[in-house]
């Protein structure tokens, strides 16, 4: 089967672990492997692709800041040192993009981020305004107040939900090994490399072996639960080494990885997850222009909504509805029914006044709304 070819991408997440970004030994950031692996970044960035990077390190920057002894960490002290190490990470990454005059921001969540609808919304568009703006989103568990035991292998899955989360095609998983192997490489000198897989069954799961370093505890197992994640949500994944310089370069010169594929597109697949997965909690009736509008791709605005019903918080699937009744789409309100109900029939500047808060300008954004319930048929609304 043809791999994908990185350039025909839009959004991509890069995923950089503790036991790449970290020299255990020297304890120090691995400088010259992460300006190289800056101007892969760069270089895409530059082709107008979107580009967000989840960044584990900050406890290991801690630990090195300091001078803690070798060995596992109390909760407590594993937090701390996250505090510390949070700061000289994100001034890490600011300075190798800034190197290219790229802008970076900082963003650091918990689960209940990616599992909570307000917060979930909230994140999403913190990184959609950053990607707007052409910065590059540098995300990182909030490790200072996280009430789990901190599992560096982890920040997978995390990877894997900020894909979804901001709708990317692609998610590049860098790791201590170039991809997924039929057997553990380190015990069977005989391993092939597995260059495509279409669907992650059962035996590809079996083939996922453990941990191969100290500071990357999650080792393939939660690789695979990415990759899970990721391709469910219509994006695709891909395991590729990150112990060689320009790791993204290697790939596009077609280097050892293994791709994790996806028959459906992020878009598709968020939209239809909205038009059949989920319970709708109220209705918005909205004007004939209103209805010319989305079928033209446009968001709801609160000017082209003429009825609000039912009780429904913000981040709630409803129903849209015409002039006539007939059902129009259904999409993620933006707005709590009382506030919604408030700044129908208004511009979003009289919407600010009427709330006395600037919320968002959009009733329902169209990345949130499909239109006549069949997503593939809709995927520019």
């Not at 020299?23 to 992460?34: C, E, I, M, S």
């Not at 469910?232 to 370069?249: D, N, R």
């Not at 989305?294 to 409803?318: E, M, N, Q, Y």
Request: proline content about 4%.
């Amino acid at each position: 089967m043809t791999r994908p070819h990185l350039k025909k991408f839009r959004r991509i997440v890069v995923k950089v672990g503790s036991s790449l970004l970290i020299d255990a030994a020297a304890g120090k950031v691995r400088a010259a492997w992460l300006s190289a692996l800056a101007a892969d970044i760069a270089a895409l960035h530059g082709d107008g692709c979107d580009v967000l990077i989840v960044s584990s390190g900050s406890v290991a920057l801690g630990r090195s800041k300091l001078k803690l002894p070798r060995g596992p960490l109390k909760l407590e002290e594993s937090q701390a040192a996250a505090a510390v190490g949070q700061i000289a990470l994100a001034r890490i990454w600011s300075k190798v993009l800034g190197d290219h005059g790229i802008g970076a921001g900082q963003i650091l969540v918990t689960l209940q981020d990616t599992e909570e609808r307000r917060r979930y919304l909230n994140a999403r568009s913190t990184i959609a305004k950053l990607l707007e703006w052409r910065a590059v989103p540098v995300i990182n568990e909030n490790d200072t107040v996280a009430t789990n035991e901190i599992r560096y292998g982890d920040n997978d899955r995390l990877a894997a939900r900020v894909a979804t989360m901001a709708s990317a095609d692609l998610l590049i998983l860098l790791s201590d090994i170039d991809g997924l192997y039929d057997a553990p490489p380190h015990l069977n000198p005989e391993a092939k490399l597995i260059p495509v897989v279409k669907r992650v069954t059962a035996d590809i799961e079996a083939m996922a072996g453990s941990a191969a370093s100290e500071l990357s505890r999650g080792g393939m197992r939660t690789k695979i639960e990415a990759a899970k994640i990721a391709t469910t949500a219509g994006t695709h994944m891909l395991i590729a080494s990150g112990k060689i310089e320009h790791p993204l370069q290697a790939i596009m010169d077609g280097g050892p990885c293994t791709w994790f594929l996806t028959p459906a597109n992020p878009v598709t697949a968020r939209k239809r997850w909205i038009a059949g997965s989920l319970e709708p909690k109220g209705t918005l009736t909205i004007d004939a222009g209103a209805v010319t509008a989305l079928r033209a791709g446009k968001s709801l605005l609160p000017a082209g909504v003429t009825r609000i019903d039912g009780h429904f918080a913000r981040g709630d699937a409803v129903i849209v509805r015409g002039p006539n009744t007939h059902e129009v789409g259904r999409g993620l309100v933006a707005y709590d029914a009382n506030d919604a109900d408030k700044i129908k029939g208004r511009s979003s500047s009289d919407a600010a006044q009427l709330l006395g808060v600037s919320g968002r300008s959009e009733m329902i954004h169209r990345d949130d709304l499909v239109v006549g319930g069949l997503p593939g048929e809709t995927d520019s609304v």
